[in-house]
């Protein structure tokens, strides 16, 4: 065959071999042959497990809410096995169509089962291929999980992505609770010197009016999914609950802080809030006099003044300095408080002191690693903050100033 001849052969013999080793979408499935399950809740059961999987209904969800009115935009099918693989199976006799797990927004944990130990849980979670890795983990405080999915949701149509939203924003500009992935979840499980947390999510108002669409069409709905701070961990087991102030303290030790609220009180005795507009802080593990570690948590805050019910006059350089100082001296008491508070009621290293102990002194640390949570309880912890007011407003005197001048 000549040089011309093979040249034009040659790129059918490509298509050709082509078409053999690349099968194209052998595996795809169409979308009405699947239950896209949006949120996982799983609960203890006598049995084994039970699973509760919120499914899209995928027609309902298309129309725009209250245009149909004759199903909700999303089904939760729940079913009970001996492991969470066998109840998703027995959902299968219910569920029209094959369960997809790969949109999965939320796993929602019983509070129950957390305080009975999530590794098996955890086990089955990394093992499916079809569970990615960034989706959302919660517990569901003082309830089960069946109880959260099914509640239905104002603003999102469907309660998964309303949920999934709602632990963003609030982790974002609140402060007081985490947006704890699978993955991060796992990091921490695995490595000494650091235990997990995980936001913790609670039923408010009639649960029995939740799972109907007049929850939804009326001004005030009768059952709302509200964040309840963070569910605290040692090892895999739940172990206790953090309230507003100290789920702040944990966010700002691991530098996971972006926006949050904070007030102090005057030197006159009123208030002035702030918000916060930048934080960065960082643990610094030292050797003390008596040879044992000691653990300084340095922090930097950047404020904006929100709010001044005070007659405090801004225009003096001195009297923002005051503010400043207060702010440092509030960030140093709330925070010094609240990790001793953990120390000596959980004993469980949530901060991640152990985890830099191990990275500046590894042979230290050697010494310390097998009963770490019990060396915590006594470790000796301090906060220094340095604060910084950068704006004040677009007004330089407060408001109760200006009237009492007059």
């Known amino acids: 065959m ?18 053999a080793v690349l099968p194209g979408c052998w595996s795809s499935k169409e979308l009405n042959e699947l239950a896209v399950v949006m949120a996982l809740g799983i609960d203890t059961a006598p049995q084994g497990y039970a699973v509760s999987a919120q499914v899209l209904n995928s027609g309902e969800a298309r129309n725009n809410k209250g245009e149909s009115g004759k199903s909700l935009p999303v089904l939760t099918y729940k079913a009970t096995g001996q492991t969470v693989p ?111 947390i995980m936001s913790g999510v609670q039923l408010k108002g009639d649960k029995s009016e939740g799972g109907t669409l007049q929850n939804v069409q009326s001004i005030v709905p009768k059952s709302q999914i509200v964040q309840a701070g963070m569910a605290i961990f040692k090892k895999d087991r739940l172990v206790g609950w953090l309230g507003e102030s100290t789920s702040k303290t944990v966010n700002y030790t691991l530098n996971e802080v972006s926006s949050t609220n904070g007030n102090v009180t005057c030197p006159d005795g009123g208030k002035i809030g702030f918000i916060v507009t930048r934080s960065e802080s960082r643990i610094h593990p030292r050797i003390g006099p008596d040879g044992k570690p000691e653990f300084t948590v340095r922090i930097n805050v950047e404020v904006d003044l929100t709010t001044i019910q005070s007659t405090i006059d801004l225009s003096k350089p001195a ?28 004993a469980s290293d949530i901060f991640g002191f152990g985890e830099a102990l191990h990275r ?34 677009s007004i330089d005197q407060p408001q109760r100033r200006e009237m009492e001048s007059k």
């Open 2 to 19: 000549n040089t011309q001849r093979f040249q034009q052969v040659l790129p059918v013999l490509l298509l050709v071999f082509s078409l």
């Open 86 to 196: 066998d109840a998703l199976q027995h959902i299968l006799s219910a569920a029209p169509h094959a369960l997809y797990l790969s949109h999965v927004r939320v796993l929602v944990l019983g509070e129950e089962l957390a305080r009975q130990g999530v590794s098996d849980i955890m086990d089955f979670i990394t093992r499916n291929h079809q569970l990615r890795s960034d989706f959302f983990l919660v517990v569901a405080k003082h309830s089960q999980a069946s109880d959260i999915l099914e509640i239905n949701t104002p603003l999102e149509q469907i309660p998964a992505n309303s949920l999934y939203s709602s632990i963003m924003v609030s982790h974002k500009n609140w402060a007081a609770t985490g947006s704890i992935t699978l993955q991060q979840f796992i990091l921490e499980l695995e490595r000494g010197g650091s235990n997990p």
């Open 319 to 346: 009297n923002v300095e005051t503010l400043q100082t207060e702010i440092e001296k509030k960030y140093k008491t709330v925070m010094s408080r609240n990790i001793q508070n953990v120390q000596k009621t959980f």
């Open 360 to 393: 500046k002194y590894p042979r230290l640390w050697r010494t310390y690693r097998e009963e770490w949570d019990e060396h915590f309880k006594q470790v000796k912890i301090s906060v220094d903050c340095d604060a910084h007011v950068r704006r004040i407003g």
